[in-house]
Each structure stands twice: as structure tokens, then as C-alpha cells.
């Protein structure tokens, strides 16, 4: 079965300071990884998305994530952090590849001070 | 933007009720999804519909149903809501399927069982 596990459900960092969100995945099959991000009272919308082409993915807003077979990971980062990265970031896995179910983890809130 | 709209946004209901919420989208798209989003849990699917009057089970489906007869909208039933149903409701959408795992989200709608 897949699944993703996310270390930490609270992150605070300072504007211009690292952002580093963890997500660890589970599968049977190489698998197909993304994050979303959702701001306060919205909907999520995909930040990037891992589909075996590339181990380094680049997303929108300055994220960028790696695959680690290794290390079965899938971290999210961005090397400096602005006031408007503050959101809630979800780690997914598909569970099919014939339609888009998602399997979510259960998120991780981002705080950046100033 | 996908154009998904939810109704209703929120609402307040009493235990034993029945519920009908609804998800209505301009894109043609073909996959549609529910999902409640609760803290600690993140995002778990409740049905899907991969075409019009195709829907199944997600992994967390008993005490809900779902019915699409268009294929812009997608609606989810609670036949007598518990409180257990307490929770914010987010309708997704995706057009190609096959892991994109691009996903389209509504706004949510939050439910309140008393």
C-alpha cells in the first residue's frame, strides 16, 4: 500500500532562513509524489509533482524538491523563506495510475516571521 | 483556475439530518473528487467519479454518498449526519487522470453537525 509520512506538523522559520519540510513515502511501486500547498480558507493547489523524469523537481514560488529512492524521501525547500510562504504543505502519493486518487499526508503548517 | 464552486460554504446542522453538498465546475473535466479535511488527518478521499454516473469508494466512504448525473457536478449526500461528520469538505477535479495528480480544488465547504 502507499502512503506518505510527514515529520513534523509545525515548522517556524525566520524571512530569508531555509525552509526544509519532510515527507517520507511508502510504495510498492515507484511511485508518483507531488506537494500542495493551501493558504488560509482555500483550496489546495499543486506545488510540484515527481513523475520519474527528474530526481530534482522545480515548483512554483521558489520550491523545489528531491527524490531519494535511497532514502525514500521527498523534502520539500526553498532556500529563503518570504512572509507569503506561510500556508499549510501537503505531501501526496497516487494511488492509481489511472485516475489522480490521492493519498495525503497530514500536512505540515509554515510559519515564517519577520 | 479549474472553476470549481461549492454550496453551500457553510453550514450548521443538527444530528441525524440529511446533507447534500454540492460541486459544480466549468471545465469538462472528467474526474471528480471529495475529500474531508480534518486536523491531524489531512486530506482523506470519501468517492470519486471517473466519468458520469461512474463513481466509487474511497478510503473513508461509510456514511456517505455520492451522484453524478452531469458531468459538471458531483454531489455528496449524508444520508443523517453524525457528529463525526464535523469537518471541511473540498471537491477536487482532474482532466487527463492517469497520475498526474493534477488536481483542481473548490474552497471547501465547512460542515457543522451539532
Given at each position: 500500500a502507499q502512503s506518505v509520512t510527514q515529520l513534523g506538523s509545525h515548522v517556524s522559520v525566520s524571512e530569508g532562513a531555509l525552509v526544509l519540510l519532510r515527507c517520507n513515502y511508502s510504495s510498492s511501486v515507484p511511485p508518483y509524489l507531488f506537494w500542495y500547498v493551501q493558504y488560509p480558507n482555500q483550496g489546495l493547489q499543486l506545488l510540484l509533482k515527481y513523475t520519474s523524469a527528474a530526481t530534482l523537481v522545480k515548483g512554483i514560488n521558489g520550491f523545489e524538491a528531491e527524490f531519494k529512492k535511497s532514502e525514500t524521501s521527498f523534502h520539500l525547500t526553498k532556500p529563503s523563506a518570504h512572509m507569503s510562504d506561510a500556508a499549510e504543505y501537503f505531501c501526496a502519493v497516487t494511488l492509481s495510475y489511472n485516475t489522480d486518487k490521492l493519498i495525503f499526508g497530514t500536512g505540515t503548517r509554515l510559519q515564517v516571521f519577520p | 483556475d479549474a472553476g470549481i464552486t461549492q454550496s453551500p460554504r457553510h453550514k450548521v446542522t443538527e444530528t441525524g439530518t440529511p446533507v447534500t453538498l454540492r460541486c459544480h465546475q466549468t471545465?469538462?473535466?472528467?474526474y471528480m473528487y471529495w475529500y474531508r479535511q480534518d486536523p491531524g488527518h489531512g486530506l482523506r478521499l470519501i468517492h470519486y467519479s471517473y466519468g458520469v454516473k461512474d463513481t466509487d469508494k474511497g478510503e473513508?466512504?461509510?456514511g456517505y454518498s455520492v451522484s453524478r448525473s452531469k458531468t459538471e457536478d458531483f454531489l455528496l449526500t449524508l444520508e443523517s449526519a453524525t457528529s463525526s461528520q464535523t469537518s471541511v469538505y473540498f471537491c477536487a477535479t482532474s482532466g487527463a487522470g492517469g497520475g498526474t495528480g493534477e488536481l483542481f480544488f473548490g474552497e471547501g465547504s465547512r460542515l457543522t453537525v451539532l
Open positions: - | 471545465e469538462n473535466h472528467r473513508v466512504s461509510d
